[in-house]
């Protein structure tokens, strides 16, 4: 098999088949944190919640523009840490 | 043990962590259960739970959320559960890493946990020819039971110039045959909708590839064992402060010597607190709720005792060469206490 | 170099390598540890004392070859499956190795195994001659073989024929 673009062959998120080709194109359009990125592509937003992809676009914007790691904003997070069903939400109670 | 109810909440079938699945022999002291294999660890760690009439363990239950009024939700039996505990030790250790590179969605591509979970946990026998990515004790070790489990191991490649994981480890791999490669990273994964090899290369200070050093390797499954990730998504949310230290592998949340976090009553312990060796982790567990214990009450000489020699292993353990990056990063982290 | 690719170098094995009058003595324990890691089990293994980590268990054990008999207890207790033992006075020609040993099959006493060094290279086939198993709990085999007297410092591990 020959890869063309590899960047395109490249996965970064993996529950929402989002490349490392469209992560270039999000920081190249201007976005500069994991949400707005989050945002507009979905990344993050899969069964993993970012679990996997996180750190690695978070390593693309600290290259791109030269901050170091730390200083790379955080997304937010909120509950659920995964996805769960309608019904057990449904079914609610307090302990 | 000290007295104190607790509600132990397991995502997964089976409490016991990563311990459960490995059956090499742990290190440390006796104190650490060193010598002993982590799966006979996990068991006796398990019986102990199970005689304790104070301890309560859901399983296949995931906390959900910590809210900022100390209202915990937990999926548990389906349903999702709310509970209102007066103290709450976070110990949901890491999550391994994803490496980016051409091809890297390919069927055969797997953490090396994931591998190590089919081949130990499942007896299925993950591949016939692997590649493992990283050379820290995660990627030796599985590498080491995949040969155990008779899987073929091509190589270990490592970017860094140096061995990351024990030398021991490393030693042991190498004398049965599996070549181990520093300064080597993997260019792209090939295959026909699955594995069918990798290109690899040696690189540079600059980690660019060293043109002419390509090769191809033949396989049908490649490990990644690049690193773990703190999982601290419940840290965020309950609002604890956090800090990124890269010695600790990521944002962790900020603790004091008793390993409670800048929110009241909110513990954390293991690999959420950086990622460490399961030594550690396990004398951090039982500092963590030795500490919680206290601060309800408590209090009996026995928990002084217990507190401090817990503390002591943990210097102990932390004091050679090896814990080096650790005693650094939490000097960083004593550094953003307020 | 070990730190780059696992496989000691012959100064690290020089530098723990027992002096020939301890060679001509008998069994001893040769222990393969060259980097600080919190670990201990093997002071602990060793009844007569002869497994030292003078300050902490981060310490790179120290083996007294005076005290040491060359029991091989050592072998199946040390996690890093590091330690073997070298009897140079087997034979004339031939001398006795004992290293660990988990992987299957697990060979028999009077068998031909392909016998490797430090760096996984084939150096020939050698008899097995015993074959101690470590129990329930540990594990892990310890397997004695002959080997030629000059090969005894390099054969360190064995891959058996199905």
Known sequence: MCVKNKDANNIICRCEDITREQILKCIADGYRTLDEIKRVTRAGMGPCQGRTCRSLIATELSRAYGVPMEDVLMSTFQPPVKPISLGALADAYME | MLGAKVLLVERDDIPGGQLVKQTHKFFGSEKQYAGDRAIHIAQMLLDNVESNPNIEVWTNSTVLGIYEDGVVTVEHDE??????????????????????????????????????????????????????????????????????????????????????????????????????????????????????????????????????????????????????????????????????????????????????????????????????????????????????????????????????????????????????HIRNGLEKLSGYRT | MLISDGVPTIEDIIKITPSDERFAQGPVAIVECFQEIPCNPCVKACKRGAIAMPNDINDIPVIDPELCNGCSLCVSLCPGLAIFIVDKTYSKEMALVKLPYEYVPVPEASQYVTVLNRAGEVLGDYEVVKVMSGGKVNMTYTISLTVPQELVMEVRDIKVKE
């Open chain 2, 79 to 324: 349903k999702h559960t709310k509970i209102m505990p007066k103290r709450v030790i976070i110990s949901t250790g890491a999550a391994e890493k994803f490496l980016g590179f051409p091809g890297n969605d390919l069927p055969g591509i797997y953490g090396a946990g994931a591998v190590q979970t089919l081949m130990n946990m499942n007896g299925v026998k993950p591949a016939e020819r692997v590649l493992m990515v990283g050379a820290g004790n995660i990627g030796l070790i599985v590498s080491y039971q995949l040969k155990q489990a008779g899987v073929e191991v091509a190589a270990v490649i490592e970017g860094m110039p140096t061995i990351g994981g024990y030398l021991v480890h490393a030693s042991k791999i190498r004398r049965a045959g599996i070549p181990v490669l520093t300064r080597h990273t993997i260019l792209e994964a090939y295959g026909d909708n699955k594995v069918e090899g990798a290109k690899i290369a040696e690189i540079d200070e600059k980690w660019q590839p060293i043109p002419g050093t390509e090769r191809d390797i033949p396989c049908d499954t490649i490990c990644l064992a690049v690193g773990l990730s703190p999982l601290t998504e419940l840290a965020w949310q309950a609002g604890c402060k956090m800090a990124y230290i890269r010695e600790l592998s990521g944002h962790v949340p900020i603790v004091n010597d008793d390993l409670e976090t800048t929110v009241d009553g909110i513990y954390c312990a293991g690999d959420v607190c950086g990622i460490e060796e399961a030594s550690a982790a396990m004398v951090e567990g039982r500092l963590a709720g030795i500490n919680a214990a206290l601060s309800l009450g408590y209090i009996t000489s026995e928990a002084e005792e217990l507190r401090k020699n817990a503390m002591d292993e943990l210097d102990e353990l932390r004091s050679g060469e090896m814990g080096n």
